[in-house]
């Protein structure tokens, strides 16, 4: 395993260092990392980095297949379109997470901020999926074209609520799974709460099971059965707005 | 009963001498207005439908067929023209904002046509291209304040990425979904043949056309669609829309009817999803956001391919220009009000944003007295119409022109303004295999190549005439243009002189 000290070096340096890294060794640690930008932007299946400290924004830009595991906050962007790959975050991340992701898995420990999962889409197997352990903040799935959202709510306090407001504005296409309850005032027209299918609960119960993994978390108190599914009622939203 | 309100457009007139019913008119309107009586043995013709793009007109072997404008008429007004109240009457049946498509059509001053060109009498002898070299290439990139060489003579000087145009125009950005991909087809392989870059819009790149690479400029707006690593390497430069001038602040919407598999596998989505662009970026809320954009894009492409950043010609901005050359891009594009469109909202499209004619003159101006014009190529679009146009252009300060309209004008369309329907009878604007078919790229992409070269000569013979053998010698060159007719205000923001000063 390769390690390099990422302390007192520029994003782009640091991001030459780990292409050259990667030539050799697939498994890089990346240790002091503070700030810097773009780390894993389009690295292919194979490569394995973990992440001491605090990656800057747009980490796992357009990522193509690589798996970051980050021993610290995500920032903002974390996963911006991104086509595949792996992001384990052990602690928060910031707003736009999963921005226009096509495909892959983003797991965050705690909390996430605003418009998380942004025009997330999907494209044949390409279906993407964020597992946020704790809370998002508003817009969560806003534009949503595809793939998974699902929010699992743990360490909150009673009565907390598990989103913020404008849930799946503009959503029109894949799936926001909620372990509870959500006030419906939260959700946008676009979006409806329908039925768990089978499907659905296997893909919740492979989540919730690999957060348990990464995390080293006891998960066996959640139950897909209880989660809320919100949905587009549309896959064409707007196309009454419009004249002929 | 309701009574519907609307009346036609357009008149269809056929002359029962001349038509032999063949219903060939039948078979090519996609918008359904003739049909065949056999009763009667007459064709017919229903004017509600008609959208004047003379399909039938050309395609008539007895040329029996005539489109005219409606004659009926409302009481004369000037205020409450009858489009205006047409518009009333549509909105109150349907409830729905207006849509429509190409640049905007009102008589705003056209300010190319307020512009005169000089040229060498006596002194500065005038060049004749057929016979002495002219120099019509440029390269389009951010340029390095100064050039340095080592001892042996040798350029030290790291040059930035740079993209080489024989001819100072591109075919802007109209996405596979927009335009069929016949006319996609049709724009690489002319961009190709002639040297210089064609535009793949915000609908991906499809699988086929990777080939014409190094002629592709691709394009990542803000629904990122068709966007991954390869894509971004697959052109030679990616270009970041903001904006668009037939609605600027407005995203796209491509409807899931348009969303066939074969622009599914382009942009990546589902089969029948509606492709929503949204109004920003949301990951740009700042310079210092489109800053961390763009050089993710440089990031992702190794630091070899320029970026440009496109916007639409708003109020201000020159200083959005200055912005965006500090944010890093090689290449700023800037879009004026009469832009094209597959389709905008028509109070935007007709009433947001500034000609773009006075939007370049004023971000020249900006980037000049900033001392960064040369970091930065600017890139104009917005109805370029002609070869004078890009003169005057060049002279205003652009380094080239994008130009959309004129080439699909190029390869057959009628600017009926109804590409928004998905109908387009010339198989440019529709995703229709029955339509698109009618556009063959065999010949389509040579009269693309007849209309640059064209126009090219026809450059090389005006700068010629005002003795100038390059045009990047021409670039900012003011004293070139003269107004007429044109206010003290006017001719400040163009900065020139009134013709006879």
């Known amino acids: 395993m390769k390690i390099i000290n990422a302390q007192d070096i520029y994003y782009r340096q640091l991001n030459e260092l780990v292409d050259e890294a990667v030539k050799t060794d697939k498994d890089i640690t990346l240790d002091c990392v503070f700030g810097q930008r773009y780390i894993g932007r389009g690295l292919p299946e194979g490569v394995k980095i973990k992440i001491n400290g605090f990656p800057g924004n747009d980490m796992a830009a357009y990522m193509d297949g690589a798996e970051l595991e980050i021993f610290g906050n995500g920032q903002d962007a974390v996963g ?37 999962g942004i025009h997330m889409k999907e494209y044949k197997e390409a279906r993407p999926v964020i597992v946020i352990g704790a809370k998002a903040g508003d817009f969560l799935g806003e534009y949503m074209a595809g793939g998974a959202l699902i929010v699992l709510g743990l360490g909150l306090k009673k009565g907390e609520d598990l989103t913020g407001r404008y849930c799946g504005t503009g959503i029109h296409g894949g799936a926001i799974f909620i372990n509870g309850k959500q006030d419906p005032y939260k959700y946008a027209k676009e979006a409806a709460q329908v039925e768990l299918t089978d499907t659905d609960k296997t893909l919740l119960q492979k989540h919730i099971t690999a957060f348990g993994k990464y995390f080293k978390k006891d998960v066996r108190q959640i139950n897909p059965e209880n989660f809320y599914k919100y949905a587009p009622l549309s896959n064409n939203p707007y196309s009454k707005m419009y004249s002929k | 009963m309701s009574v519907n309100f609307t009346t036609p457009l357009f008149k269809v007139e056929r002359d029962e001498n001349k038509c032999i019913q063949c219903r060939v008119c039948e078979k090519q309107c996609s918008n359904k207005v003739h049909s065949y009586d056999a009763e009667d043995d007459v064709m017919r013709a229903k004017d509600q439908d008609c959208v004047n793009c003379h399909r039938c007109v050309l395609l008539c072997p007895t040329g029996a067929l005539i489109i005219k404008k409606y004659p009926n008429e409302f009481r004369e007004n000037a205020n409450w ?23 905007n059509p009102k008589p705003f001053t056209i300010y190319w046509d307020k512009m005169l060109l000089n040229a060498s009498q006596v002194t500065n002898p005038s060049i004749d291209p057929l016979r002495e070299p002219m120099e019509t290439r440029v390269l389009i990139g951010r340029k390095p304040d100064k050039l340095e060489y080592n001892a042996k003579g040798e350029l030290v000087t790291e040059i930035p990425p740079q993209i080489e145009l024989n001819v100072p125009i591109m075919f802007s950005a109209m996405s596979y979904g927009s335009i069929s991909r016949n006319a996609h087809e049709s724009l690489a392989r002319a961009a190709t043949e002639l040297g210089i870059c064609y535009n793949t819009g915000e609908g991906g790149l499809n699988r086929d056309f990777y080939k014409y690479g ?32 037939a609605k600027p602040g407005i995203g796209g919407h491509l409807p899931g009817r348009k969303v066939g598999e074969d622009v599914s596998a382009t942009r990546m989505i589902p089969i029948g999803s509606d492709a929503i662009s949204p109004a920003p970026h949301h990951d740009i809320y700042s310079i210092e956001d489109l800053r961390q954009l763009i050089y ?14 496109k916007i639409a010609a708003v109020h201000n901005a020159a200083a959005i220009a200055s912005g965006i050359a500090r944010a890093g891009a090689d290449v700023i594009v800037v879009d004026g009000f009469r832009g094209g469109t597959g389709a905008a909202p028509l109070r935007v499209r007709d009433n947001v944003g500034i000609p773009i004619e006075l939007a370049l003159a004023s971000i020249d101006e900006r980037l000049r007295q900033e001392g960064i014009r040369n970091q ?13 146009d890009i003169v005057k252009a060049i002279a205003l300060g652009a380094d080239a022109v994008y130009i959309g309209s004129a080439a699909l004008l190029a390869i057959g ?58 045009i990047d010698s021409l670039r900012g060159n003011r ?21 006879g000063e």
């Open chain 2, 413 to 470: 369309c009628h600017m009926c303004m109804s590409c928004a329907t998905g109908k387009c009878n010339w198989g440019i604007a529709t995703q229709e295999p029955e339509l698109v078919k009618r556009l063959n790229p065999d010949i389509m992409y040579k009269r693309l190549v007849n209309l640059i070269s064209a126009w090219n000569h026809e450059i090389q013979e005006i700068i010629g005439g005002m003795g100038i053998n390059a």
């Open chain 2, 214 to 245: 190094k002629n592709t400029i691709v394009q990542v707006a803000s629904g990122r669609f068709g966007v991954n690593k390869e894509y971004l390497n697959a052109g030679a430069a990616i270009e970041i829309k903001i904006g668009q001038g």
């Open chain 2, 296 to 309: 993710s894009l440089k990031e992702v492409s190794g630091y070899k391919k320029p970026v440009f950043v």
């Open chain 2, 81 to 103: 023209n009858g489009q205006a109240i047409s518009e009333i009457y549509k909105q109150a049946d349907t409830g729905t904002v207006l849509l429509t498509s190409m640049g």
């Open chain 1, 80 to 116: 911006n379109t991104m086509n595949y790959g792996r992001i384990i975050i052990h602690g928060n991340c910031g707003d736009t997470t999963g921005y226009a992701m096509r495909g892959g898995e983003i797991y965050v420990e705690g909390n996430v901020g605003y418009r998380v």
């Open chain 2, 376 to 388: 930065i190529s600017l890139v104009i679009a917005g109805s370029v119409r002609n070869s004078a």
């Open chain 2, 479 to 499: 004293l070139m243009l003269r107004g007429i007719g044109l206010t003290n205000k006017e001719l400040e923001i163009l900065g020139i002189h009134h013709a």
